[in-house]
């Protein structure tokens, strides 16, 4: 099926029988799109609309409203996340807030777009920390998506494109959305938050859209019947791991292809790792060079006509492509997501609590050490780690995705300073290289008859949580039944191991959550609850050996 340029999808893109994408309910047509477009369209020139903040959890409705954005002749404005601060912040530059295209009674005419007036914005975390607006214009889109198509289209034919990332930032938008609808490919609209289920929905021909946080939590998969695996695995944000790619290619069947870009540039590159030296190969009609200090200038058919971007990329370059050396700025990638150590620090000396704030990784998690006040040291003290960690949390989680908020905290009486009088990046991760604690913080212990009852808080900031999962941590299950054994060998006087574990579960536990485990020993079983308040969050029973 030939590319269609999505300027010309709805007037006379394809028949209205196409499938556009796979909803829970069923599939989406062109047919039932244009009207949707259609009726949002009138409804948005009636108010006058000229900028739009997109913000929808569905692909197909993220999709919808675009469009109808687009043929409305307004500005598409992509929030860097869907946090409500920011999109208070942003809403004010906005005329309407889109959680989905607007309906109504009246239908308008769709016409051609004009691809090089067809305006959308995007943020991206520039080298100083602050925000930068990147603004595109649907051609550049057209153009990458034309790329892409040019490299891998033909091998794909008809594949479904199941995705485990957001339509909401540069990469899920174009890999996820945007080229499958060019090329006639229908899409899931269902944004898959594990491998298990991403899985079970492999039928027939298809290819996954992933991150790199995904691609190091395929342990306990049972590899994939060949006949099942995906044609490919695209994934983007940070490098993967060689041990990683080849995890992938052992479960998945296919190893995973890499693409190196950014907001501005769009895909520039893009490789399988074959080994711990696989370079990144240059896609057609990027143009590479280097400038003093190995930093990468790219001129690129996706960014503005004749533009070229100085970036802040090291590089060594290689026939064909380049070696990718690191960064030169603060910008560091948390879960595959761009994380302005800049930013981060001045949110955080924001704070009331705070005098000094300082932020460093450690085993590739972020931390943050602080310089407190007399009266947040008072606090501290008061209330304890945990909910003082969760109340400097809580302050950054309005503007601040969850997975780009520090794990681990330091409360420091100074930051540590080299000979020069500059900040001791060295100091600074070695003070953060204790170790993330692996059991709650037990508040309260109520011993019965061969029952207990604990109250524990679950600090945000505990080795289990690590990159499970992103943008939703969540407590393993794993982890409730080694907790529920330790607890029952601590204070019922359990010594046999348990044959297996069953359990049910009702709703996820997460971060910087207060939680009470009821343990109670029937004849040859150990059952446990896990609660939040009176909602039970688990269930399950351990069976211990006759």
């Known amino acids: 099926m030939s590319l269609v340029p999505l300027a010309a999808l709805l007037p006379h893109g394809r028949p209205d029988s196409f499938v556009v994408a796979q909803c829970s309910y069923g599939p989406i047509t062109l047919a039932e799109l244009r009207r949707k477009v259609a009726q949002g369209v009138a409804s948005l020139k009636a108010i006058g609309a000229n900028r739009v903040l997109l913000a929808t959890e569905s692909a197909a409705d993220f999709l919808a409203a675009l469009l109808t954005t687009l043929h409305a002749g307004a500005t598409a404005v992509m929030p860097p996340n869907a946090q409500p601060g920011t999109l208070a912040r942003l809403a004010k530059e906005a005329d309407i807030l889109l959680r989905e295209a607007p309906s109504g009674d009246v239908e308008a005419q769709l016409t051609a777009l004009d691809a090089e007036t067809s305006r959308m914005e995007f943020f991206t975390s520039g080298s100083t920390g602050d925000s930068t607006r990147v603004e595109k214009t649907l051609s550049q889109l057209e153009r990458e998506v034309a790329t892409l198509e040019a490299v891998w289209g033909e091998r794909f034919g008809q594949a479904q494109v199941l995705g485990m990332v957001s339509h909401q930032h540069i990469f899920g938008l174009t890999f996820r959305l945007l080229w499958p609808v060019m090329a006639g490919r229908p899409f899931a609209a269902h944004n898959h938050f594990a491998w298990e289920t991403l899985v079970a929905a492999l039928h027939g021909p298809s290819i996954a859209v992933v991150s790199p946080a995904h691609l190091v939590r395929l342990e306990g998969l049972a590899p994939v019947a060949a006949a099942r695996a995906p044609l490919a695995i695209f994934t983007a944000g940070a490098p993967v791991t060689l041990e990683a790619a080849r995890r992938c290619e052992a479960l998945l069947g296919v190893l995973p292809i890499e693409i190196f870009g950014s907001t501005e540039t769009g895909a520039i590159g893009w490789r399988q790792q074959l080994d711990a030296d696989t370079p990144w190969h240059t896609l057609p009609g990027t143009e590479l060079s280097t400038r003093e200090g190995g930093l990468l200038d790219i001129r690129s058919p996706n960014l503005a006509h004749g533009d070229v971007l100085h970036s802040a990329d090291r590089v060594a ?27 981060l620090e001045r949110d955080l000396t924001s704070l009331a609590e705070v005098t000094e704030a300082a932020l460093a990784m450690r085993d590739g ?67 953060l290289a204790e170790a993330a604690p692996r059991e709650p913080i037990l508040t309260a212990l109520r011993p019965g ?32 039944v080694h907790w529920a054994m330790l607890y029952a060998r601590r204070f019922l006087g359990i010594t046999a191991s348990p044959g297996r574990a069953q359990m049910k579960f009702r709703r996820p536990i997460r971060p910087d959550e207060c939680l009470t485990l009821t343990l109670e020993v029937q004849r040859n079983r150990v059952l446990f609850t896990y609660r939040r308040g009176t909602e039970i969050c688990s269930t399950g029973a351990l069976t211990l050996p006759v």
């Open 317 to 343: 370059m290689t026939p064909g492509g380049f070696r990718f050396v690191g960064r030169a700025d603060r910008i560091v990638k948390v879960e595959g997501k761009r994380v302005s150590l800049t930013a």
């Open 365 to 431: 998690e972020l931390g943050a050490l602080l310089v407190l006040t007399p009266e947040a040291r008072s606090s501290l003290a008061a209330e304890g780690r945990f909910r003082f960690e969760r109340r400097l949390r809580r302050a950054l989680a309005d503007t601040h995705e969850p997975s780009a908020l520090p794990r681990r905290w330091r409360f420091l009486p100074a930051l540590p300073l080299d000979p020069m009088g500059k900040r001791d990046r060295l100091a600074l991760e070695a003070l």
């Open 449 to 480: 008859d061969r029952a207990v009852e604990l109250e524990f808080a679950v600090s945000g900031s505990l080795h289990w949580f690590k990159g499970h999962f992103p943008d939703f941590a969540i407590l393993p299950g794993v982890v409730q």
